[in-house]
């Protein structure tokens, strides 16, 4: 557990980081948040934060769309985090979470746009499971994923996660791990808390953001990864339904996730049922990149102790 954490400019330590219950329930319903890995690697004696002002810049981006005030700068945001960092002295791997939501004791039922806002930044122990077999299993959920039109799914927003919720239920009671969202026009989305790529005929494919989907910083490093360091093709579009069965490889996407392999989905087994060679080869890429071990990409990681 973290000592101390960060909120409004301030450390401070953990116990002490209050707020009244009633505070709660209006406030949250606006809040936006972030998922933020940190890696460690023992041969460099580093912690290294991946994509970090990325992230930053997303959630700056969700305060925006959820009409709250934006009371810091990606460089203060920045700056908060390491220090917080630093002052739980973490030498391992961290999920890093900050949050924004708003402040003080809001009693209207709607929370009024460009309300005062604060910010958390809070964090705890992450396992990676990019060294590991880890597989799930997928079914493609009867809930509807949110539209743009009702709650823009770019926004990442701790209300827009219910509709995951209800997703992750409705799939597990049918012997799943994960669920797949369908939007509006039946063409696939994401699941509850990562997108989803394929592999037909050796092309990677990966639903458009236009199919209503966060603007995935995992996903758009794999597109990075597949198109300038492995020389392959990517194809972003409406993505069907049929797709997912015909697929020889079907992966999750996400900070938590990684890169997750899908060897089921709907009880049918993703071709053998095994992970894939390019699901199998960007595990092995995006493990060496978040460990340190890809020099050439190094302005995606934010180290954390001097040198």
Known sequence: MSRFLWRSGRILPFDEATVHVRSVGHASVSAVFEGINAYWSDALDQLHVFRLRDHLQRLIESTQLSRLEVGHTVAELEAATLELLRCNDVRSDVHIRPWSFAAGDPTEQMVPAEARSETVIDMWPFASA??????????????????????????????????????????????????????????????????????????????????????????????????????????????????????????????????????????????????????????????????????????????????
């Not at 709650?151 to 791990?177: E, M, V």
């Not at 509850?192 to 995992?218: K, N, R």
């Not at 996407?253 to 390019?278: M, Y």
């Not at 699901?279 to 020099?295: D, H, S």
């Open 130 to 307: 990019l060294h590991e077999p880890r597989t799930r299993t997928a079914a493609v959920t009867s809930w509807s994923r949110i539209s743009a039109n009702a709650t823009p799914p770019r926004a990442k927003a701790f209300a827009n996660y219910h509709n995951g919720r209800l997703g992750n239920i409705d799939a597990q009671s049918r012997g799943a791990d994960w669920p797949i969202f369908l939007n509006e026009r039946f063409h696939v989305t994401e699941s509850s808390g990562a997108t989803i790529g394929l592999v037909l005929d050796g092309v990677f494919h990966t639903p458009a953001l236009s199919s209503g989907i966060l603007h995935s910083v995992t996903r758009a490093t794999v597109i990075n990864l597949l198109r300038e360091d492995l020389g392959k093709g990517v194809v972003e579009r409406d993505v069907d339904r049929t797709d997912l069965y015909l697929a020889d490889e079907v992966m999750f996407l996400g900070t938590s996730a990684e890169i997750l392999p899908i060897v089921a989905i709907d009880g049918r087994p993703v071709r053998d049922g095994c992970i894939g060679p390019l699901t199998a080869k960007l595990r092995t890429e995006y493990r060496a990149l978040v460990r340190g071990e890809r020099p050439e990409r190094a302005a995606w990681l934010t180290p954390v102790w001097p040198r």
